[in-house]
């Protein structure tokens, strides 16, 4: 029987290239680290490509700043604002922003990174912190040029970009964050499990039931939706792949209320 979830995913990578998006595939370092990331077509033309560690990020940075000055006065696409959407727990990155980026690529470069254990993102580290995504983030950006972004994060993603404008001040100039803390302490996680009717956050963000995934889509979601249940038992199976991993990540999240620091972000 034919997955819905799965059988949706060529038709959405179908649409997003025929917005002028294509799919790159960035090797961050050698021990294994890759980024999968929907990157404006002016990257890489017609088809996706990958990025080696060997490709001199500032070559590449250079080459975008060239082709900038020489067509600033035909408003190229390389002269727009740069956009990074970063996706939360519940998907990956092109499913979380099927329906934004329709609207947004006419006037925004947009960069729609998969997380590492989302999508086709994966790592060898060992390293499971929003510290480590962030950086993961970041290095995609620098390897393609980015320079200067505005940053928009959901959930999960809300921490990373946190992480991400703390960190490099000068590459995130703003952020846009929904349904997230900067810091995931002990009292947070405690209230937030408590409001929300759930015994823990690898319950609520890793469901295994069908009752579980409808608890999390129905927050994770403004308006309520109806989908037949094999719709949600397809999304199942194809959206919480890398259990173990997961689960690790969420424990990377969890700090002491006595240790959480809160920066004083810049932008």
């Known amino acids: 029987m034919v997955n819905f979830i799965e059988a949706q995913k060529p038709m959405l990578s179908r649409l997003m290239k025929m917005a002028g998006l294509r799919p790159i595939e960035i090797e961050l370092e050698p021990a294994g680290t890759t980024m999968h990331i929907w990157a404006p077509k002016h990257h890489v033309g017609k088809k996706g490509t990958t990025i080696s560690p060997l490709d001199d990020p500032a070559t590449a940075a250079a080459a975008k700043k060239n082709s900038?000055?020489?067509?600033?006065?035909?408003?190229?696409?390389?002269?727009?604002?740069?956009?990074?959407?970063?996706?939360?727990?519940a998907a990956e990155g092109n499913v979380t922003w099927q329906f934004n980026f329709g609207v947004l690529v006419s006037r925004y470069n947009l960069y729609i990174p998969d997380l590492m254990f989302f999508g086709k993102s994966s790592t060898a580290s060992a390293d499971r912190s929003p510290d480590f995504q962030a950086a993961c983030v970041a290095g995609a950006l620098a390897r393609l040029g980015v320079a200067r972004c505005d940053?928009?994060?959901?959930?999960y993603g809300g921490m990373v970009a946190f992480k991400l404008a703390e960190a490099r001040p000068e590459m995130v100039r703003s952020l846009c964050v929904s349904g997230s803390?900067?810091?995931?302490?002990?009292?947070?996680?405690?209230?937030?499990m408590e409001r929300l009717g759930a015994g823990s956050s690898a319950e609520l963000l890793m469901p295994e039931t069908l009752k579980g995934l409808k608890a999390l889509l129905s927050i994770s979601m403004?308006?309520?939706?109806?989908?037949?249940?094999?719709?949600?038992?397809?999304?199942?199976?194809?959206?919480?792949?890398?259990?173990?991993?997961?689960?690790?990540?969420?424990?990377?999240?969890?700090?002491?209320?006595?240790?959480?620091?809160?920066?004083?972000?810049?932008?």
């Open 151 to 155: 940053v928009v994060g959901f959930s």
């Open 68 to 89: 900038t000055k020489k067509s600033k006065k035909k408003r190229s696409p390389e002269s727009r604002p740069n956009v990074v959407l970063i996706h939360g727990f």
């Open 222 to 267: 403004f308006r309520k939706m109806w989908f037949p249940d094999r719709f949600y038992k397809d999304y199942l199976k194809v959206m919480f792949t890398n259990r173990k991993e997961r689960m690790e990540l969420l424990q990377g999240l969890l700090t002491s209320t006595m240790d959480a620091k809160i920066p004083a972000f810049q932008q």
């Open 181 to 192: 803390v900067v810091a995931m302490t002990d009292a947070v996680n405690r209230e937030a």
